[in-house]
């Protein structure tokens, strides 16, 4: 695991721990859960009670010691996606594990890191100003086993973002994260559930408008893939689209994902499309054709955008 990654936005995956549970709607069709029973089916793990074994399950998470220096070996730099099989502060994780992950991602400085949580008061816990303490001097121990780097913090070279699906979870994830130190903070609204104002009152200081006030770094957008999949209307990735233009934010869209939107229902009906679907949740048509033939044009044109870059 940790090869070149079909994520759109990321250039490898690394997976330092697997296995993770559900904490919001957006977690419902959850793509590693999907992934998992492929690779990890014939897993065994003890049964506390009986003494037996059983099936390990997705929500059985595992750290992986033998997998913590696997970007030492990546001599050439890229970005790498931090657990994309679980999230790296799952509270089945230790300190002690993450703070390894952590001292390697300051070891193998070449690389940038892009690590996305829906757990961001973990993290605000473990890496707010004045929460240091064991975590930073154990980071730093690890840090010197593998490489004579100073691990200045934040690490330059880790990127920290939230998963948001609605408003809801964005007003209660993004201003933990922007409390968090890190050189970059980032969210991505993936699968868009519902629509996001960056703007509310409320989350104003810590988003995207306003001189002198901590922003965000970088929004990446995208619908839903998989079987089960929930379409998202168009408006709700052109009014975060339209919200990073005029702040100036990089925006970075994803995918439509499973459905492919095809207009109002009264647009369809003028038109006589064949084969399209209403969602009256998101009051639109669309046609299931799968993540590739969707693709990834909004209003007919990439978005792929990144920190860093002119937008």
């Not at 901590?214 to 379409?231: F, H, M, T, V, Y």
């Not at 994902?257 to 369809?268: C, F, K, M, Q, S």
Request: some cysteine; aromatic content about 12%; charged content about 25%.
């Amino acid at each position: 695991m940790g090869d070149k990654s079909g994520i759109e936005w990321t250039d490898a995956t690394w997976n330092p721990m697997t296995g993770c549970s559900k904490v919001s709607q957006g977690c419902k069709h959850c793509y590693a859960e999907r992934l998992f029973h492929r690779a990890y089916g014939r897993d065994r793990v003890g049964n506390a009670s009986t003494g037996e074994e059983r099936p390990r399950e997705f929500t059985d998470v595992w750290m992986h010691p033998d997998r913590i220096d696997q970007p030492l070996r990546w001599k050439k730099p890229r970005r790498i996606f931090v657990n994309s099989m679980s999230d790296i502060f799952h509270e089945d994780v230790t300190d002690r594990f993450m703070a390894d992950i952590f001292g390697m991602m300051a070891a193998a400085h070449w690389h940038q890191f892009q690590i996305l949580t829906k757990r961001p008061a973990r993290a605000l816990a473990l890496l707010g100003a004045g929460c240091m303490g064991f975590f930073q001097d154990h980071v730093e121990e690890c840090t010197a086993m593998y490489s004579d780097v100073d691990a200045r913090w934040p690490l330059q070279n880790v990127w920290l973002g939230v998963s948001v699906e609605d408003q809801a979870t964005a007003d209660e994830r993004i201003p933990l994260l922007m409390q968090t130190p890190a050189a970059v903070r980032f969210v991505s609204y993936e699968p868009a559930l519902g629509p996001v104002d960056f703007k509310l009152d409320h989350l104003r200081r810590y988003a995207i408008e306003g001189d002198g006030v901590k922003r965000l770094d970088w929004i990446i957008a995208g619908g839903e893939s998989g079987p089960r999949a929930r379409p998202s209307h168009p408006d709700w990735f052109r009014s975060v689209r339209d919200q990073c233009a005029s702040a100036g934010v990089p925006f970075f869209f994803k995918q439509w994902g499973e459905w492919a939107p095809v207009g109002t229902l009264d647009e369809v009906q003028s038109a006589k499309v064949k084969h399209a679907s209403f969602h009256p949740g998101v009051d639109y048509c669309f046609i299931r054709v799968g993540k590739k033939l969707a693709g990834r044009l909004l209003d007919g044109r990439i978005h792929d955008d990144y920190p860093g870059e002119k937008t």
